[in-house]
Structures are given as structure tokens and as C-alpha cells.
């Protein structure tokens, strides 16, 4: 039997890509479009999507029922297409996301969203710990400066880190790559 992977795109809602009160994330435009590659050929080659969905506070950006709250139009789900709604960073506390993929089979995980030190590394760990195999798109995670580090520096060090950790980085081209030699031959 073949090992299942599955996509999880987690919080790229409206709200990242700006005018919702925060500005855009770092490359936002880069983060979109790789996020976007993968979801297609996650479609096209049958492999499972889940996407995750940041459940914030009153007057926060990803504020619950808001207008950034919902998930950018590009990335809006199937109708098939989990999504798991959360309030923690790690996309595993307190959800049914664990479940969901042990529904769909999933051993491996390929991950792309937002924010690389919150929600993407608690995510990624997370399922390192629940003992999933955890592909990151390297050029597929972003954030915002803070008032220490450029956001591609805090970028630069979650990458190192998680990759120590046991994360799998690649590119998202070549984790596209990936996703395609999954598709079923006729």
C-alpha cells in the first residue's frame, strides 16, 4: 500500500495578504503563489488537502466572523477539502486534526502557510511528535518582522531550526515535483 500525504495549508486567510488592518506578509506574492501550486497539484494528483483555519480574539487581524478572517479566495476549499479550525498555534492542540488525518491515512505531512515562528513550527512540530513525516515548503512559510529580525531573517531561522528538529525542507517547486509523481497512471 502507498503512503499517504497530505497537504495542509494553514491560515493563509485574507487577512495575510493585506488591507485588513495589518499589512501584507513578508513576499506575500511569493507565499500565495507557491501555497497555490501546491494546492493544485495536491488536487490534480488526488493527493488529500486540509486546510486550517486561525480562530483570533475580538479587534485581532484573523479575528474570528471578521473580514480577514476567511480564507483567501485563491486557496478557498473543495467542497471534499477538510477544514479544521483553531486558537492555538500548534494546529494540533485542542482540534480534531489529528484525527482527520489519520482518517485520510496520512503519514507524511507537506505544510505551506503563515506565521513561520507561531503557527507553521508549533504546527510542524506537532506532527513530529504525533509521528508524521513533515515535508516544508522552505519558500512556502512568511511572517512579519519583528522589533529584533527582518522577517526573512526570522524566516531563515525557523527553517534551520526545524530542519534540525527533523522537517524535511524543500522548495515548493520541488515539493510540486513530489505531489505530481503521486498522480494515478492510466
Same mark, same amino acid.
Given at each position: 500500500m502507498n503512503e499517504v500525504t497530505a497537504l495542509l495549508l494553514v491560515d493563509l486567510q485574507n487577512a495575510v495578504?493585506? &488591507?485588513f &488592518?495589518?499589512?501584507p506578509a513578508h513576499q506575500a506574492d511569493l507565499l500565495l503563489r507557491n $501555497? +497555490?501550486?501546491l494546492l493544485q497539484e495536491a488536487r490534480a494528483s488526488g493527493v488529500p488537502v486540509v486546510h486550517v483555519q486561525h480562530c483570533a480574539g #475580538? &479587534? =485581532? @487581524?484573523? =479575528?474570528e466572523g471578521a473580514p480577514g478572517w476567511p480564507i483567501a479566495p485563491r486557496l478557498l476549499? @473543495?467542497? +471534499? =477539502?477538510?477544514?479544521?479550525q483553531k486558537r492555538a498555534s500548534n494546529a494540533f492542540e485542542g482540534t480534531d486534526l489529528h484525527a482527520v488525518l489519520q482518517e485520510l491515512g496520512a503519514c507524511t505531512i507537506v505544510i505551506t502557510g503563515i506565521q513561520s515562528e507561531l503557527c507553521v +513550527?508549533? #504546527?510542524?512540530?506537532? $506532527?513530529l511528535g504525533l509521528g508524521y513525516a513533515v515535508r516544508l515548503a522552505q519558500d512556502g512559510h512568511s511572517t512579519w518582522p519583528d522589533a529584533a529580525r +527582518? @522577517?526573512? =531573517?526570522?524566516i531563515a531561522a525557523q527553517n534551520e531550526a526545524l530542519e534540525r528538529e527533523g522537517v524535511l525542507l524543500s522548495s515548493a517547486?520541488? *515539493?510540486?515535483?513530489? *505531489?505530481? $509523481?503521486?498522480r494515478p497512471v492510466y
Open positions: 495578504f493585506g &488591507g &488592518g495589518i499589512p $501555497a +497555490s501550486a #475580538t &479587534g =485581532e @487581524a484573523l =479575528e476549499p @473543495a467542497v +471534499s =477539502e477538510r477544514v479544521v +513550527s508549533a #504546527t510542524c512540530r506537532g $506532527a +527582518s @522577517a526573512g =531573517e526570522i517547486e520541488d *515539493l510540486v515535483k513530489g *505531489l505530481r $509523481a503521486k
